[in-house]
């Protein structure tokens, strides 16, 4: 039991990292290079790690990668809340490590990725997005994740998909992070704080509503 319970939380870990090296490693070569990646490059970026990542590690963790999916799952009982707080340490040491190697390897950044809302963007303006790109984002997760849907390409697809497009249009606004461990790791190391409190709590509110969504949409299945 312990040896399982290990290993769905090294998968956590490895997939968060994964996700946010190649992620926030898009950005930070996008920033250091004057744009060489591109908007679109990195939105892309984002879609294809967690497509890759959730089949690398799907049927060993369920690859959660973000601390609001774990909590809403907890909330919609497909997840022990026992498991909630390794999840969510693990996640964000993945999440620490992967900025911190884009710290050894680009110490020119300044950014390494973190989220802030866009120039004449209200931050009140970015939580509601925040919290609605979030909403999006779980109702996919949950619903590609229960009966006769759960499908491991199914879900990779989907999510990989949904997160892409959420990037693409809402990146320009507030980076469109969607997971507070991907905001928290590079606003700690780049320093760059002050609108970090949206990033913590909109995705987990947003994800939350989600489940409940969920749970209305689903009554009489």
Same mark, same amino acid.
């Given at each position: ?137 779980? &109702? =996919?997760?949950? #619903? ?13 697809? %989907?999510?990989? $998909? @949904? ?24 606003? &700690? =190391?780049?320093? #760059? ?13 947003? %994800?939350?509503? $989600? @489940? ?10």
């Amino acid at each position: 039991m312990e040896t399982n319970v290990s290993k769905r939380d090294i998968g956590e870990l490895l997939g968060t990292f994964a996700m946010v090296f190649c992620g926030c490693g898009a950005m930070t070569i996008d920033e250091i290079t004057g744009g060489a990646i591109s908007h679109v490059g990195v939105a892309i970026t984002w879609g294809l790690i967690v497509m890759a990542m959730i089949y690398a590690y799907g049927e060993i963790s369920g690859a959660h990668f973000n601390p609001a999916v774990t909590l809403a799952f907890a909330v919609a009982k497909k997840f022990s809340w026992r498991d909630v707080p390794k999840y969510i340490i693990f996640q964000t040491i993945g999440a620490f490590l992967a900025i911190l190697l884009l710290w050894f390897l680009f110490p020119e950044s300044k950014s390494f990725g973190h989220t802030y809302p866009a120039e004449n963007f209200p931050p009140i303006k970015a939580f509601v997005l925040e919290l609605i790109l979030t909403f999006f984002l779980m &109702i =996919v997760i949950i #619903n590609v994740s229960s009966g006769s849907k759960e499908i491991g390409t199914m879900a990779a697809i %989907a999510v990989g $998909a @949904v997160i892409l497009l959420e990037a693409m249009f809402a990146g320009p606004m507030t980076k469109a992070s969607m997971n507070p461990a991907r905001s928290l790791a590079p606003a &700690i =190391v780049s320093g #760059n704080l002050q609108h970090l409190w949206l990033y913590l709590t909109a995705p987990f509110l947003g %994800a939350i509503l $989600a @489940v409940f969504t969920y749970r209305f949409v689903k009554i009489g299945d």
